[in-house]
């Protein structure tokens, strides 16, 4: 599934990313750079 979505940086190891998918299953966004301490405000701020 890494290399599928473009995530494998290092080996096996995936890059932090996440991709929203409506409910057709339609890729709507994709958040490259993920900050752990931002992040969950990061998507709300997105569907506003």
Do not use: C, Q, W
């Amino acid at each position: 599934m890494g290399k599928a979505f473009g995530v494998n940086k290092y080996y096996f190891f995936p890059s932090r990313k996440t991709f929203l998918i409506n409910k057709e299953g339609v890729l709507i966004h994709i958040f490259d750079d993920v900050d752990l301490h931002t992040h969950p405000k990061d998507i709300l701020r997105f569907f506003n």
